[in-house]
């Protein structure tokens, strides 16, 4: 089945069925009241507005304008049954379509079901608008084993990424078959949405773990101010922008031609947690952290420029004729014109995880990019920055993961389609 | 070991232009906006020559047809900014912050070489030059640098016997004098971190090696003599060692240190505890993470003391709170001394680690702020 055989139900407060008398009513009597009833303080503009569309050539959350929160999972399939994979991407791909739209997830929702049942929605969204919600699928390079046959559909650029040095991975937050990157402009929404899959997928998949950001790290469209990571720098000021479609067709989206057709119009996600030492961070002279970023901290210019849009000049030099931008800076480093030209699109949050029970926060960077083929583009990047970049003695990956996101759904299709073809 | 380079412009940063903070929107106070510099294989035509103290902003187009330079020289040629690598037909921007009055010379250098096509180039306003030595300053580098003299000799001498020890095959005595030998490199970890590839050679650790990058120095024969026992090429990795330790000494004694590499290191060392020695990462097979952290607060201590006259002088409450703060740090350093030694770092309890954490970051604050006072 899908999400337009039955009348959705938006999540909205229903006018009228309040008490639980009303709550007992299906989903039929409810058809039409709730459907364009608005929110509180939405106008019918305000809520068009926060909903990113399902559908599409690519799937969203990828280009779409970065929202303020995340709740990403990867998990593991836990069945060797092949079919029983295939129908809980359909019933995912249906419960995303319509908690994108600002709707519950099931016929009864959170509370038009028999009472006697558990509700089919968990309900911490009701009441909440759709607030950007996109939901984005991958498939991580153990999935591609023996256990479903789909070894030979495998992409090549979908590697095991390799160990940078200084890397202090911990196996408990790393890897995954499957991940689903949830992102919305309020955080409960983004866990609501989380929350659900996993519980559709139960008996299926399970959760192998899970990251929350906050304050998105990057902006990727010129709508967007660039917004600051917890090093108090601004980040993304270079990132691949949602305007750029050259550069999205070159160094974002996957083709046929790349090697595995089920992935046109895809790309490849990298997720790397990077926990930041902010305490002794604090203690960096301003200078120190403005030449070890390669920007000046304020306004974000790359050093020895005026304004943060400033294109970086690598060969001005300072007195005695130190470069400004320091060779083991993190903005050279990173730079495509150090790295032949290769970007990535960058769409990371930042964490606080509480703390680490020896005094300091469990802070720092939940880094995701996507790229069209890892090994040409972030894979040389992460190799120069993890031996070169002054930064990394501030830094430590602890967590890393890659995973292959097909491309977009048709109405009526669903994730990952092409894949099991 | 750090994962950090050092930053090598760490003296006389005159002229790194900081934007200013939150609007992003000034263009640099140049009357009249930006210099144009016309650049070409036979000449610098540079639209106007002076300016008033402040940033200078000079734009240049190459119109010749060699890849060109562009530099702005103070006398004797120091070199105030300079752009490189300018493309024919590029226009390409500096900006210099010039703080004194004086006479100034541009350059532009077609093919990138040579002596340049030069300009006079006149400053006015702005402050005088400073040119008062402090005495302090000069006692203070003098002071430490004995003191780098001292250990970088005694790591010499432990080096060598440590060496002997492995290569003689005597494992328990090599043991037992590694921990000793490693004290004298973490008291001066932030002057061996000046030699960008001498450090890692001498003190990589496993987990921070490049891919294809060979397991060298300190902590491949630790891993040997706690783990592995000794591989075939032990002998040759200790000679190695040796001779790495020997041109650190070369070196340190040649370099030059300024008041701010002092207050710099001294935090660095405690950055190195708290990011390296709590987490027991450092000696992952001998677990001999105690001793190396009161190397680093040795060095931490000894840069401080040198710097200790000049301190007093400007801000006593913070003498008086790191003297505080170290005491504590080692008063729970000593609580784990065993022999002439310490306990290994597993036998500490979460809370004894915890109890490290915070005493090295309430030392940590007070000494990221000796920079900006030692630097007045």
Redesign the interface.
């Known amino acids: 089945m899908t999400g337009t055989e039955h009348t959705p139900v938006s999540r909205r407060k229903l006018f009228g069925m309040a008490g639980a008398g009303a709550a007992l009513v299906g989903t039929g009597a409810a058809a039409g009241i709730g459907a364009n009833r608005l929110l509180g303080g939405d106008s019918p503009a305000q809520a068009a507005q926060n909903v990113v569309e399902f559908h599409g050539e690519h799937q969203a959350g990828i280009v779409t304008p970065v929202q303020e929160n995340l709740h990403f999972v990867s998990l593991d399939v836990t069945t060797k049954d092949r079919e029983k994979l295939v129908k809980l991407l359909r019933t995912w791909t249906d419960a995303a379509r319509r908690m994108t739209a600002g709707q519950e997830v099931g016929t009864g929702g959170a509370v038009g079901g028999a009472a006697a049942a558990p509700p089919s929605d968990t309900g911490e969204a009701l009441d909440l608008a759709a607030s950007s919600l996109t939901l984005t699928i991958g498939f991580g390079p153990s999935l591609f084993d023996d256990r479903f046959g789909l070894a030979s559909k495998r992409p090549a650029a979908l590697i095991d990424l390799p160990l940078f040095p200084a890397d202090k991975l911990d196996p408990a937050r790393g890897g995954g078959d499957i991940c689903i990157q949830a992102c919305a402009d309020d955080p409960q929404v983004a866990v609501h949405a989380i929350r659900n899959l996993v519980r559709l997928g139960f008996g299926v998949t399970a959760v192998r773990w899970s990251q929350l950001g906050f304050g998105r790290s990057s902006s990727t469209s010129r709508a967007q101010s660039t917004p600051r990571n917890l090093f108090g720098f601004k980040d993304g000021t270079r990132n691949v922008k949602a305007e750029e479609a050259d550069v999205l067709r070159d160094q974002v989206w996957a083709t046929a031609e790349d090697g595995q057709p089920w992935m046109a119009g895809g790309s490849f996600l990298v997720a790397r947690r990077i926990r930041m030492h902010i305490e002794t961070w604090d203690r960096e002279s301003l200078q120190g952290q403005e030449g070890i970023v390669g920007r000046s901290k304020g306004a974000g210019a790359p050093l020895g420029q005026a304004a943060e849009f400033d294109e970086p000049d690598f060969h001005v030099g300072g007195a005695g004729g130190e470069k400004l931008i320091p060779e083991d800076s993190h903005v050279r480093l990173a730079s495509h014109e150090n790295l032949n030209g290769a970007r990535i699109l960058r769409r990371g949050y930042n964490f606080v995880d509480g703390s680490d029970g020896v005094g300091h926060l469990d802070a720092g960077l939940f880094f995701l990019a996507f790229n069209r083929d890892t090994r040409k583009q972030f894979v040389p990047m992460q190799q120069a920055l993890s031996s070169k970049d002054a930064m990394m003695e501030y830094l430590q990956h602890t967590g890393s993961a890659h995973f292959a996101v097909p491309p977009g759904v048709r109405e009526g299709g669903f994730w990952g389609e092409g894949l099991f073809a | 070991m ?4 050092p ?3 760490l003296a ?17 106070a140049a009357a009249g906006g930006p210099i144009k510099v016309e650049a070409s294989d036979s000449a610098c035509a540079v639209s106007v020559t002076n300016a008033n103290a402040g940033n200078v ?1 000079f734009e240049i187009t190459n119109k010749g047809s060699k890849v060109t330079e562009f530099y702005l020289y103070a006398e004797g040629d ?9 493309a024919p037909g590029l226009n ?5 912050e010039v703080a004194e009055a004086g006479k100034y010379q541009t350059a532009c250098k077609p093919g990138m070489t040579g002596a340049g096509i030069r300009g006079d180039f006149t400053v006015t306003g702005g402050g005088a030059k400073q040119t008062d030595p402090n005495s302090q300053k000069a006692q203070a580098v003098k002071s430490y640098a004995e003191y780098v003299a001292n250990n970088t000799k005694a790591l010499d001498e432990e080096t060598t016997k440590f060496v002997a020890l492995v290569k003689a095959n005597k494992v328990d005595e090599a043991k037992a004098a590694y921990a000793r030998t490693r004290v004298y490199f973490e008291r001066i970890e932030p002057v061996a971190e000046k030699f960008g590839d001498l450090d890692p050679k001498i003190d990589a650790r496993e ?5 294809g ?1 060979k397991f060298t120095g300190f902590h491949r024969l630790e891993k040997d003599l706690w783990v592995t026992g000794l591989q075939p090429d032990a002998p040759q990795i200790a000679d190695q060692l040796l001779a790495d330790v020997k041109e650190l000494v070369t070196k340190s004694a040649a370099i030059e240190l300024n008041a701010l590499d002092l207050a ?1 290191g001294a ?1 660095e060392l405690l ?1 190195e505890i ?2 390296g020695k ?1 987490t027991g ?1 450092e000696e992952a097979f001998s677990h001999t993470d105690l001793s190396d952290f009161q190397g680093n607060l040795d060095g931490s201590k000894a840069a401080i003391a040198s710097l200790r006259p000049l301190l007093q002088a400007k801000d006593p409450a913070l003498v008086s709170t790191l003297d505080k703060e170290f005491g504590n740090v080692q008063a729970l350093l000593d609580k784990q001394r065993e022999g002439d030694g310490f306990k290994l770092y597993t036998t500490l309890s ?1 809370d004894q ?2 109890e ?3 005493a090295v ?1 309430a030392l ?2 007070p ?2 702020k000796v ?2 006072v030692a630097s007045q």
């Open positions: 750090s994962r950090r380079f930053l090598a412009a006389g940063v005159g002229a790194l232009v900081l934007t200013a903070c939150g609007g992003g929107e000034e263009t640099p902003t120091r070199i105030m900014g300079e752009v490189e690598n300018i390409r921007r500096l900006i210099v987990a921070d090696l490049e891919p990058q710099n935090k950055d708290a990011t709590i990462e979460q680690i915890k490290f954490a915070s970051d940590s604050e000494l990221s920079a900006e």
